[in-house]
């Protein structure tokens, strides 16, 4: 069965201390992983599309890397604004839903 | 470059009345999916639409709702007779097969409808 889990479930930072979040993927033949981050309240927002293994994209404090089974999301040097959930998901083909983990709630400390 | 756009934002209705919810696709997107998220939990896929066409609804339930994509307007998410247990907020997400800003397939979420359910 395609399933997509994450850890940790929710991960207290101080600021500063930098970590990573891991999405653990069993769908055959990956198309797509995506990462997003969500706000209380608010629809998801996406942060990157990884297409193959060992794969990697940047977007300020965040790197998203991708193997064949994993995908992590190394944060450094967090800031209190970084606080959220970060969602990972998975996509088989152009014509699949995309199967989304549970999340990780991250809280970064001042 | 608008982005998805849903509403209404907060939904309230009562037992055995029926929710609409809309959501318009970003520009040039004709890829349409609806999610539900409870508190605390994460996002369930319902229904995946494109233009006139259900591609895959395995994840709604197969009564009271229903979804469409219509050719002119809006996706629209209908529940009829809602129940307690409907109460959550509903996601609209969109998506182009062609390569765009986060590549082909990525999709971009609205804001969400938040339905109560007195």
């Known amino acids: 069965e395609d399933q997509v889990t994450q850890s940790p479930e929710a991960l207290r930072l101080q600021e500063g201390e930098s970590s990573s979040l891991n999405c653990s993927y069993t769908v055959s033949g990956l198309r797509g992983l995506f990462w997003y981050r969500q706000d209380p309240g608010k629809g998801p927002e996406f942060l990157f599309t990884l297409y193959s293994a060992g794969e990697e994209k940047e977007k300020e404090r965040l790197k998203a890397t991708l193997t064949k089974k994993e995908s992590f999301l190394h944060i450094t040097a967090p800031k209190p604004e970084d606080s959220a959930t970060y969602l990972c998901?998975?996509?088989?083909?152009?014509?699949?839903?995309?199967?989304f983990g549970p999340g990780t709630s991250l809280s970064v400390i001042p | 470059n608008a982005g998805v756009m849903q509403n209404p934002r907060h939904l309230v209705r009562r037992r055995g009345q029926e929710a609409r919810l809309r959501c318009s696709p970003m520009k040039g997107h004709s890829h349409v999916y609806w999610y539900r998220q409870l508190p605390e939990e994460g996002l369930k896929f319902m229904v995946y639409l494109q233009k006139e066409n259900i591609i895959d609804e395995s994840g709604m339930p197969k009564e009271r709702f229903s979804a469409e994509f219509p050719k002119e307007g809006p996706s629209i998410l209908r529940i009829q007779q809602v129940v307690r247990g409907d109460s959550a907020a509903y996601f609209c997400?969109?998506?182009?097969?062609?390569?765009?800003?986060?590549?082909?397939?990525?999709?971009?979420f609205g804001p969400g409808t938040r339905l109560t359910v007195l």
């Open positions: 998901a998975a996509q088989k083909t152009s014509y699949d839903k995309v199967i």
């Open positions: 997400a969109s998506s182009s097969p062609n390569p765009g800003q986060g590549g082909p397939d990525t999709q971009y």
